[in-house]
């Protein structure tokens, strides 16, 4: 007789094999999540090459198989709720960028509204809104009438408290706005930076040059203690000390790495034979806007080919395109006389994609051979450089030297010894130093570009912060100390009405 019991049994413990999605997609959940192969190998109880092997097209089974099919399945719906969450920005349409102030990260509660709203704060119809409220990202094109009331669904609205010296304010319903480029930020949060100004001071008895001093020399373990502080609750792991690649190691002791950085050193070649006067000017904060930039977050993955993935960053083995414009516009690989390929960083490469693209044309895309990238975001350091640019914003309107000095010295020594430095050890990675330094080349760059544009004479390019022009540049740049704006750093004249002198630098 047939043991129906058994047969039952059998059924019972029968099952579908669960359905897995192609390889492709498994491999690109687990990177959008920037896991290793190792970590989920780990997680499974199998080989990292295992793991290789499924995202290559080889399928498992067994116990194995559902513990798979749960992982990517929860993967895809981590993805999915992060992306409601958080979408990523656009890339900007204006013609220059102004740097970090100006560009709305993957992190900012901005939202683009499909019908012009009431501006919160002086009623007139707004583009977008912050924080699910409608307002003005420009300043400038801000009224200054009585606030209407936000949009139904009403926000949830935070409770009333003072608003910061320079901040724009609450509308008389006791609503919020958030500044373009912040995220909402507690009551009770700690201020790191007054505190250790305070501290200083009251130990050297008011003795400002001694405070400054005692500052300055604790500005590395005190931005990393700010850093550690602006990354709680935040979403993404980052690997503090990853495997480099050869190209990211110095060759000698006292050498340097193969990142070139596309630091300009730029000179316009000729001038009109007549006498002009020039503005050297000093571009503000140039690493602190840097910050912003596209970082790689976990372990750097080699790959080949004629492609670059904008989710991911990192260094790139290009050609780069001829350049036909040094007569009047710096190079954007910067100064380098020698032909063929070298490494680049991630802004260096995504300036050149978007300069030889239809809407600037200047020149044509350069070829990408290997790259050494992982998942990126470009607002990893944001809460970092805001509540720097903060700090440095109050110093300067207050007057306050040893708030300002300290906190150039945080954010400059922490961009200087992220490579391979003695002097902080919390965090090893020079593939950010590299970027950081070339984001801000970028941002100068595009500054020239603006001048130029704008109908400014570019005469020289120099690192991160030196611009000099000819003609009204107040009517493009504003002036001041903030870092969307810009100071003087030297007038000079070159040439003379009788003379075809066309030097281009100050006269000895």
Same mark, same amino acid.
């Given at each position: ?23 492709? &997609? ?86 683009? !509204? ?31 009438? %009585? ?28 609503? *919020? ?20 100004? &305070? ?9 400002? %040059? ?11 373990? @005190?931005?990393?203690?700010?850093? @550690? ?24 002791? *006292?050498?340097?790495?193969?990142? #070139? ?76 006389? &020698? ?10 490469? *995504? ?33 970092? *450089?805001?509540? !720097?640019? @903060? ?53 100068? #760059? ?26 009204? #540049?107040?009517?493009?740049?504003? &002036? ?29």
């Amino acid at each position: 007789m047939t043991d129906f019991g058994a047969i039952d049994a059998l059924l019972a413990g029968a099952r579908k094999e669960v359905a897995l999605p192609s390889a492709e &997609e498994r491999r690109t959940l687990r990177e959008e999540l920037n896991l290793s192969r190792a970590q989920l190998a780990q997680a499974l109880g199998v080989s990292p090459s295992t793991v290789g092997g499924w995202e290559s097209g080889r399928d498992p089974s067994g116990e194995v198989r559902e513990k798979y099919a749960y992982f990517l399945k929860g993967a895809k719906t981590k993805l999915a709720v992060e992306a409601a969450e958080d979408a990523p920005p656009e890339e900007p349409e204006d013609d220059v960028l102004e740097g970090a102030e100006q560009s709305i990260g993957r992190d900012d509660d901005v939202d683009v !509204l499909a019908v012009p709203q009431p501006c919160v704060l002086c009623g007139q119809p707004a583009r977008h809104q912050v924080a699910g409220f409608p307002q003005h990202l420009d300043p400038a094109e801000c009224g200054t009438s %009585e606030p209407a009331a936000p949009e139904k669904p009403t926000p949830r609205k935070e409770p009333r408290r003072p608003e910061p010296s320079g901040g724009q304010g609450q509308s008389g319903r006791g609503v *919020r706005v958030v500044p373009v480029g912040r995220r909402m930020q507690t009551a009770d949060a700690p201020d790191l930076i007054g505190s250790a100004v &305070e501290a200083a001071l009251a130990e050297h008895c008011g003795d400002a %040059e001694a405070a400054t001093k005692a500052l300055v020399k604790r500005a590395i373990p @005190d931005a990393m203690a700010l850093l @550690d502080h602006s990354r709680k609750g935040g979403r993404y792991e980052v690997v503090a000390h990853p495997w480099l690649p050869d190209v990211l190691r110095k060759q000698s002791s *006292r050498g340097a790495d193969q990142i #070139w950085e596309a630091r300009p050193k730029w000179a316009r070649p000729e001038l009109p034979p007549r006498e002009h006067e020039v503005t050297a000017l000093d571009i503000n904060g140039a690493y602190l806007s840097a910050l912003k930039t596209h970082l790689p977050l976990g372990q750097l993955e080699h790959s080949t080919g004629n492609h670059h993935d904008r989710r991911r960053a990192g260094v790139h083995l290009i050609t780069p395109p001829d350049w036909d414009h040094d007569a009047y516009l710096p190079n954007p690989i910067g100064s380098r006389d &020698e032909p063929g390929p070298l490494w680049v960083t991630e802004p260096t490469l *995504r300036l050149l994609l978007r300069i030889s693209g239809p809407k600037y044309g200047l020149c044509d895309p350069p070829e990408v051979h290997e790259s050494w990238t992982s998942g990126a975001t470009e607002g990893l350091l944001e809460k970092f *450089r805001i509540t !720097l640019k @903060d700090a440095r914003d109050r110093a300067i309107a207050e007057d306050d030297e040893v708030t300002l000095e300290y906190v150039k010295a945080m954010y400059s020594k922490f961009v200087s010894t992220l490579g391979e430095s003695n002097y902080n050890r919390e965090l090893y990675r020079t593939d950010w130093m590299h970027l950081i330094r070339s984001q801000a080349f970028a941002n100068l #760059w595009w500054k020239a570009h603006r001048a130029y544009d704008e109908g400014l004479m570019v005469v020289r390019a120099m690192g991160t912060d030196e611009l000099h022009v000819i003609g009204d #540049w107040r009517a493009v740049f504003p &002036e001041g100390r903030g870092v969307t704006e810009v100071k003087i750093k030297d007038v000079y004249t070159v040439g003379t009405p009788d003379t075809t002198d066309q030097r281009t630098g100050p006269k000895s």
